[in-house]
């Protein structure tokens, strides 16, 4: 019985000996191969995060290598896992399993993302840092049309409103102004807090006439840790007419270089002398005489002006002195686009001028926001010397982007955008993207 229990073990080993040496180089190769599949282990897996910053409901480019490994290891082929956690939400979600390709190489592009989310990729038991995206809230603004001239005083009270997604209610929200003596320079003139489904009313009495660059920032608060800002809106405040001598405009605003007639009645009705005069950007500031006319028969009068920039203006005749009249002057922008399709980490150019030349301003690029309505700043380029721009941004993702060019208003011309460019953003293989530096946005201003 003993023996018979043995024999069997006996032969196995035998069989093995016998091995030819053929055989024996086969089953080491086998053996190595093993080995080599198993070392990512060893290896280390990078992972970026392009952009740093979206908005809320937009997408994100991660990718990295599979780097560092023992020599012989084969780094492409293999599943790497990456992971999400939103602010919010339990634990670490897998979003997909992208495979290395030759190099190591892998890229990905995340689900939308609204909320700040950090993420980490694993090949093996290979695990990468961390690396974090913050998502701002998409902040509407929804208000009167940018050519409807608003008034002044408590009777003609203005109301803007919108959505902020996330919901965040109890958020501060900021009606935010330019200054009235220099460009870029924000300051809040009134308060309100995000409500239910994340909706915000503000009710603004503007009492002194002139240009109003308008937009709306939400308050870093529950749910999200960085501020949203809305889209700018340009309106143009003038005083409720003086029906003893009335002056209105046949456009308001105007592009850059363009005449207007200024035209009114006198109510005596019979042919009066009337002054006009014109005071430039600087509020308290004196109105100068420009021109004078005769009234007709009954009363009515007209100007033919050609203002260069926002100005405000009276008409007197006698003892009776007009309304101010505020005449909106917009900038005249040029764009085009180096290309309407890009890959996925490579930069797009947007170029072009704006007329007057205010050398050193800034000119956004806008995204058209992917949920309800409106853009978001995306990038900002400044004009030059010679009155031209250039902005080359880096374009991440992958699908179509509705963007546009804007150069925002300042004290002395208002707002112009141009056009829509959809961009077709291709995907590119993971060697081809890199870390970028982050774009310029705007600044805060004062809260």
């Not at 069997?8 to 080993?13: D, E, G, H, M, S």
């Not at 009492?207 to 309106?235: K, W």
Request: one cysteine or more; a positive charge; hydrophobic letters at 35%.
């Amino acid at each position: 019985m003993r023996s018979t229990r043995i024999a069997p073990a006996l032969a196995a080993a035998a069989a093995l000996l016998a091995l030819s040496p053929a055989g024996a180089v086969a089953a080491n190769k086998h053996i190595g191969q093993l080995k080599h599949h198993a070392a990512p282990g060893r290896c280390r897996v990078s992972l970026f995060a392009e952009p740093h910053l979206v908005t809320n409901g937009e997408s994100a480019q991660l990718f990295g290598q599979l780097r560092l490994c023992p020599s012989g290891t084969v780094t492409s082929g293999l599943p790497v896992t990456v992971y999400e956690h939103s602010v919010g939400q339990p634990g670490f979600h897998v979003i997909g399993s992208p495979s290395t390709g030759a190099g190591g190489f892998y890229s990905i592009v995340t689900p939308t993302i609204a909320a700040n989310s950090t993420f980490y990729a694993s090949v093996g038991s290979s695990r990468s840092a961390t690396r974090a995206i913050k998502a701002a809230p998409l902040v509407t603004f929804e208000g009167p049309t940018q050519s409807a001239q608003l008034l002044t005083g408590r009777h003609n009270v203005v109301t803007f409103k919108g959505i902020v997604k996330p919901e965040d209610r109890g958020a501060e929200i900021l009606l935010q102004r330019e200054a009235s003596t220099s460009f870029e320079e924000w300051g809040a003139i009134q308060r309100g807090i995000v409500g239910e489904g994340g909706a915000y009313s503000i009710t603004h009495k503007f009492v002194i006439p002139g240009d109003a660059n308008l937009r709306v920032i939400v308050r870093p608060h529950n749910r999200v840790s960085f501020r949203g800002v809305s889209e700018t809106r340009s309106y143009v405040i003038s005083q409720a007419e003086n029906p003893k001598l009335t002056l209105e405009s046949s456009q308001d605003p105007i592009p850059f270089g363009q005449t207007i007639t200024l035209h009114g009645a006198v109510q005596t009705g019979a042919a009066q002398q009337l002054t006009l005069l014109a005071r430039k950007r600087i509020p308290g500031a004196p109105f100068t005489p420009v021109t004078t006319t005769t009234s007709g028969s009954e009363g009515k009068y007209s100007f033919t002006q050609a203002p260069q920039e926002n100005t405000s203006y009276r008409v007197t005749s006698g003892g009776v002195s007009s309304t101010i009249l505020f005449e909106g002057v917009k900038y005249v922008l040029t764009a085009g686009v180096s290309a309407g399709t890009v890959q996925s980490g490579q930069a797009v150019t947007f170029s072009g001028t704006a007329t007057p030349i205010e050398a050193g301003h800034a000119v956004y690029l806008e995204r058209e926001n992917l949920t309800g309505g409106g853009f978001h700043v995306v990038d900002v380029g400044t004009v030059g010397m010679d009155g031209k721009y250039s902005i080359a941004h880096t374009a991440f993702g992958q699908g179509k982007q509705v963007v546009r060019v804007k150069i925002p208003g300042d004290p002395a011309n208002q707002a112009t955008s141009s056009s829509t460019f959809t961009l077709e953003v291709t995907p590119a293989p993971g060697q081809a993207l890199r870390p970028v530096a982050p774009p310029r946005l705007p600044s805060e201003g004062k809260v």
